[in-house]
């Protein structure tokens, strides 16, 4: 089994920063894509970025040239870089890792995903 432990959330107020982070361990398996979502209250969970596993990114629309993954392969952790943050970023961030590869198609689809962390909250203030 692969846990996900997500932390970096916080409080801040409109144009502020936070990175968040997604430290990975447990069974040793393939991790084709990490990806991370957002819940806001009472909406769907959404897409906000992936980066796959030969480093291709990709990102919602919403975020673009705010938001900016990386990773420390050595150390099992990516990262989500989120600058400039408005009071509609404000959800819960989770991430996710999938252990499935799919050619051709972009890692944007909660169903690509096999684990799950528990989140992080993110809380941007006007």
């Known amino acids: 089994q692969v846990q996900l432990v997500e932390s970096g959330g916080g409080m801040v107020q409109a144009g502020g920063s936070l990175r968040l982070s997604c430290a990975r361990s447990?069974?040793?398996?393939?991790?084709?894509?990490m990806g991370w979502f957002r819940q806001a209250p009472g909406k769907e969970r959404e897409f906000v970025a992936t980066?796959?596993?030969?480093?291709?990114?990709y990102y919602a629309d919403s975020v673009k040239g705010r938001f900016a993954n990386s990773r420390d392969s050595a150390k099992s952790v990516v990262y989500l870089q989120v600058n400039n943050l408005k009071p509609e970023d404000t959800a819960v961030y989770y991430c996710?890792?999938?252990?499935?590869?799919?050619?051709?198609?972009?890692?944007?689809?909660?169903?690509?995903?096999?684990?799950w962390g528990l989140g992080t909250q993110v809380s941007v203030s006007s």
């Open positions: 996710a890792a999938a252990s499935t590869l799919y050619y051709g198609v972009i890692y944007d689809s909660r169903s690509r995903y096999d684990y």
């Open positions: 980066i796959r596993s030969g480093g291709i990114q």
């Open positions: 447990g069974r040793s398996s393939n991790t084709y894509a």
